[in-house]
């Protein structure tokens, strides 16, 4: 397993700012995704950030509003842009070896937008 | 198109009971990957069992079992003598393996109130 931390683990922001969100795991790993949880709600995948390469956005989310970073193995940032109080939910990272094992999931980081 | 499904919403059981959280999931793909996680009132994310399409062993670890039926495509966990720590959330989660995305499908998740 690996150990995951994000940064910062919640916080309340205006609308109209941006908010960067950072991962760092304690091992390398191949894959890291990004996920969106509101309250109460399951998990939807925002996009999967592999380091040398762009990140692949799912359905519903764009890289203008939601730019990822994954500079290398260990590392990865996902901004929030342009804030709406819409965007108010829990945001984790997680992270796989490979693309058939378990993936781990960081903390999440809680951002309101007021 | 892939899916999958918890139609359970909520449980309350009385600490020492038995319980079973069905899963029930929907894919084209032969090589595939399920999963569940619990996710207790911390937030964090657990991972408990992972399982390929070929093997469709049941597996016991503790109190905890997972049935595979691949003829019903469910995947359903039981809890045996079910404790209060056992509260939380339970997601079930798919991964296809065909496409090379490997991303997860989550199921909606069913919320275990386990009562003393």
């Known amino acids: 397993s690996a150990v995951i931390s994000q940064k910062p683990s919640r916080d309340i922001c205006q609308r109209g700012t941006s908010l960067t969100i950072q991962c760092q795991v304690d091992?390398?790993?191949?894959?890291m995704f990004w996920y969106r949880q509101q309250p109460g709600q399951s998990l939807t995948l925002i996009a999967t950030?592999?380091?040398?390469?762009?990140?692949?956005?799912e359905s519903g989310f764009v890289i203008d509003k939601f730019p990822i970073s994954r500079p290398n193995l260990t590392f990865s940032t996902l901004t929030v842009s342009n804030m709406s109080p819409e965007d108010s939910s829990i945001y984790l990272c997680s992270v796989a070896c490979w693309g058939w094992d378990e993936q781990y999931f960081g903390p999440g980081t809680r951002l309101t937008v007021t | 198109a892939q899916k999958v499904t918890q139609a359970q919403t909520e449980i309350s059981v009385v600490e020492k009971e038995d319980v079973t959280l069905d899963c029930v999931y929907e894919t084209r793909d032969t090589t595939y990957y399920l999963f569940w996680y619990k996710q207790p009132p911390s937030g964090e994310l657990v991972f408990l069992i992972r399982?390929?399409?070929?093997?469709?062993q049941n597996e016991i670890s503790g109190r905890y079992s997972w049935n595979f039926q691949k003829s019903t495509s469910s995947f359903n966990f039981t809890i045996t003598a079910s404790q209060v720590v056992d509260s939380a959330v339970y997601f079930c989660?798919?991964?296809?393996?065909?496409?090379?995305?490997?991303?997860?499908?989550f199921g909606t998740g069913t919320r275990l109130k386990v009562l003393a």
């Open positions: 091992s390398q790993v191949t894959m």
């Open positions: 989660a798919l991964s296809e393996a065909d496409s090379g995305t490997y991303k997860y499908i």
């Open positions: 950030a592999n380091q040398g390469s762009e990140a692949t956005y």
């Open positions: 399982r390929n399409s070929f093997d469709e």
